[in-house]
Each structure stands twice: as structure tokens, then as C-alpha cells.
């Protein structure tokens, strides 16, 4: 069994005044569904402990060292946050992260102790060219270390051209790339490790679309952008993923 999660990524939104939105998330936290809010690292200390699992949105391959601005998977650790997002597509595209940095990552959150939500996903102009899916296969392929676990990976399925915009893919479109998903976990680490992982979809998902999205095969929950930021959007996008099969 693969307990739902409702992530919620707040990129570089909110001060301490945005924690309050905490609080009637927790309450709905209580249902079935974990819930996790990625906030900006200034705020990842400040928001553990408030009923929600708390992460970060990126976290360098290092350990420590000359990296001026950037923190180290074991300082979110220590923060008190239990994932890190690696591989957004903004990371990939503002700070031209690839793959292999993705991977590189992904090793230092896992001796961390941190759970992995990896983010995938295809542009426009590649899905127009009806390449979804060796892209999506090459991001898990080069971005996945091996040795992942149901308990150490989470994979979200984003296409980049429905993250903010309002556009969503068809629910077969999601089904598709969900289904591929999972076989190619399947593949790699086996049935069982395969069948454990949790498959999110992610991209302008919101209150009035949420309960469509999770009845869609393989989709195990969502990783929310805009509609996170907020309780009275992203409270009933977590009622919806408890209400669902
Ligand atoms: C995201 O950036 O992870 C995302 C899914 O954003 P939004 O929900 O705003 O499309």
C-alpha cells in the first residue's frame, strides 16, 4: 500500500507571517494523506514541529564547503526537515542543473537521511514532437542513483508547460506517463521497490481539478505550487486526495 501525499512547494514565496497557513493544513493533515510543505530555507526551521512534514526545495551535492549561498542536504536535516524537491524543472532551467547534478544531489539527501521527491518532466515543443516519453525515461534513467526505495524516493511527473500556467494535460496523458513511470521503476529496482515508490502529479493542480488527477492510475498524490501557498486552496486539494480510492 502506497500512503497518498499532498506536497506543497512554496519556491521563493513567503515570510514567518506565512505560517500561519500551517495551522489548518495541519488540521486536514490528520486524514490519511501525509502532507509536506516545502518552504524557502529561511523559513524550514521556523515551520517544523507545526504539524506538517516539512522540506526543502533543493539542497547541494556536498556536504559542506565553499558554496557560497548554497546549504547541504545535512543542514535542512538538522533544520528539521524530512525531504528535499531535486531536479524542479526551474533548478534544471534558472541554475541549468542536468542529470547527473540531480544525481549527485539525490546520494548526498539520501545519506542525509532525506526523503527524495525527484521531479521530471517534458516542454511543449517536446511533447508537440510526441517525445514524452524518452525524455521522461532519460530524466529517470540519469537523475535516479541507484539503490532507491519506496522509503527514500518519491517521483513527481511536472510538465513543465502546465507548472503555473493553468494548462493541464489530459487525464489519459497523465495516466500514460504515470503508467510509464512506474514500469520503468519496475524495471530498474525490482517489482517491489517499483510498486513502493509514490508517483505525484504536479502542474496547475487546484481545488476544482484535484479529485479528477487522483482518480487517474499510478497518481499517488500531487506536488502543488501556487494552490499550496494558501490554506483555502490547498486544504481541500488534501481532503480530496483523502476522499480518493
Ligand atoms: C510546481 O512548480 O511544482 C508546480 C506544480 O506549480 P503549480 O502548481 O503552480 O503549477
Known amino acids: 500500500m502506497r500512503r497518498k ?6 519556491k521563493m514565496n513567503g515570510t514567518k507571517a506565512a505560517l500561519a497557513e500551517l495551522d489548518a493544513m ?15 530555507a529561511t523559513l524550514v526551521d521556523a515551520a517544523c514541529g507545526k504539524g506538517v512534514l516539512i522540506g526543502g526545495q533543493d539542497c547541494h551535492a556536498e556536504a559542506s564547503g ?11 536535516k538538522d533544520a528539521g526537515a524530512t525531504h528535499v524537491i531535486l531536479g524542479h524543472s526551474e533548478r534544471r532551467m534558472d541554475h541549468d542543473e542536468h542529470d547527473e547534478h540531480v544525481r549527485a544531489k539525490c546520494k548526498a539527501a ?3 537521511g532525506l526523503v527524495v521527491v525527484l521531479c521530471c518532466g517534458e516542454s511543449l515543443a517536446q511533447r508537440e514532437a510526441q517525445n514524452t516519453l524518452d525524455i521522461i525515461g532519460g530524466q529517470l534513467a540519469g537523475s535516479i542513483p541507484d539503490g532507491a526505495t519506496g522509503h527514500s524516493l518519491v517521483v513527481a511527473y511536472e510538465p513543465i508547460w502546465a507548472i503555473g500556467t493553468g494548462k493541464v494535460p489530459t487525464m489519459d496523458q497523465i495516466g500514460e506517463v504515470h503508467d510509464f513511470i512506474r514500469s520503468r ?11 513502493s515508490v509514490r508517483l505525484l502529479y504536479g502542474g496547475s493542480v487546484k481545488p476544482s481539478n484535484a479529485a479528477e488527477i487522483f ?5 499517488d498524490g ?16 488534501i481532503d480530496a486526495l483523502n476522499a480518493s480510492a
Not at 482518480?215 to 497518481?219: E, L, P
Not at 500531487?222 to 486539494?237: E, R
Open 110 to 112: 539520501w545519506d542525509a
Open 185 to 195: 521503476l519496475e524495471k530498474r529496482f525490482g517489482e517491489g521497490v517499483g510498486r
Open 66 to 76: 565553499a558554496h557560497t549561498g548554497d546549504i547541504s542536504a545535512a543542514m535542512l
Open 215 to 219: 482518480a487517474v492510475s499510478n497518481v
Open 26 to 40: 495541519a488540521e486536514a493533515a490528520k486524514g490519511d494523506a501525509e502532507v509536506l510543505i516545502c518552504p524557502p
Open 5 to 10: 501525499l499532498a506536497a506543497g512547494n512554496w
Open 222 to 237: 500531487a506536488l502543488v505550487g501556487g494552490a499550496s501557498l494558501k490554506a483555502a486552496d490547498f486544504v481541500p486539494i
